[in-house]
C-alpha cells in the first residue's frame, strides 16, 4: 500500500531534550516536506527537499533540522526543544515533476507536546 | 507571504445543498491546489489545477481559477454528513521559491444530515 509513515504518533517530552520524528515514504517520490499545524494558522512548511541530499528551508525552519541521506526517508530533528515547538507535525510526500509542486501524499500526524 | 486565505474560515449547510469556498492569493502561482482534512487526521489531495486552467472538475467537486484576480474557488454539489472537513487550499509560486507550497488557514465546512 502506497504511504507515508511518521513516527512516533504522539510525543510528550520535556524542553531540550533532543527528538527525531521519522517520516518515510514506500512511493519513490523525489519531494518530501514537513508542516506542523497550529490552530488559527493552518500549514506552515518548515523545511522540504527536492531530492536526496537537497533540503531547503521553508516559513518556519528556525529550531529544526533536516537531512535526506536515502530517497525514502526525511527524519525531522529538533536539537532543543522548546514550548513553542508544541503542535501537530505532518510530512508530505510527491513526485517532482516539470519544476512544479505535484499532489501531496500526507503522513497521518504527529502530536508533540513539548514541556 | 504568498499564503492563500480561504473564504469563509467556517461554512455550516444541510445536506443536498451546495457549498462554496473561495481562496485568494498574493503572487502568481504555477499551480493551485486543494486538499480536504478530517479532524486530526492528514490531508488528502482533491484537485490540482494548473495557472493556464479555468475550471476542473473532479465527481462532485469543480474547481475554478482566476489568475487576473488571484483567486480559486471548490464547489461541492449535493454536499452529504460525510463531506463535513476542513478544506484548504495551496498554491506553489516558482521561481525564487521553487518547492516551496504554501497553504491557507482552512474552511471549515459542516453539513447538517
Known amino acids: 500500500e502506497a504511504q507515508v509513515t511518521q513516527n512516533p504518533r504522539y510525543l510528550i517530552t520535556v524542553t531540550g531534550k533532543k527528538l527525531t520524528v521519522t517520516c518515510s515514504q514506500n512511493m519513490n517520490h523525489e519531494y518530501m516536506s514537513w508542516y506542523r499545524q497550529d490552530p488559527g494558522l493552518g500549514l506552515r512548511q518548515i523545511y522540504y527537499?527536492?531530492?536526496?541530499?537537497?533540503?531547503d528551508k521553508g516559513d518556519v525552519p528556525e529550531g529544526y533540522k533536516v537531512s535526506r541521506k536515502e530517497k525514502r526517508n526525511f527524519p525531522l530533528i529538533l536539537e532543543s526543544p522548546s514550548p513553542n515547538q508544541t503542535s501537530l507535525y505532518f510530512c508530505a510526500s510527491s513526485f517532482w515533476t516539470g519544476g512544479r509542486n505535484q499532489p501531496q501524499h500526507f503522513g497521518d500526524g504527529t502530536r508533540l507536546s513539548i514541556l | 507571504s504568498q499564503q492563500g486565505e480561504e473564504d469563509p474560515q467556517a461554512l455550516s449547510i444541510q445536506e443536498g445543498e451546495n457549498a462554496t469556498m473561495n481562496c485568494s492569493y498574493k503572487?502568481?502561482?504555477?499551480?493551485l491546489q486543494w486538499y480536504r482534512q478530517n479532524s486530526g487526521r492528514g490531508l488528502v489531495h482533491l484537485i490540482l489545477i494548473r495557472s493556464n486552467e479555468r475550471e476542473k472538475h473532479s465527481g462532485r467537486l469543480r474547481v475554478t481559477l482566476d489568475t487576473s484576480k488571484k483567486s480559486s474557488s471548490l464547489l461541492i454539489t449535493a454536499s452529504r454528513a460525510a463531506d463535513t472537513a476542513s478544506y484548504f487550499c495551496a498554491t506553489d509560486a516558482g521561481g525564487s521559491t521553487l518547492g516551496r507550497l504554501y497553504f491557507g488557514r482552512g474552511t471549515q465546512l459542516t453539513v447538517w444530515p
Open positions: 503572487t502568481s502561482i504555477n499551480n
Open positions: 527537499s527536492m531530492n536526496v541530499e537537497v533540503t
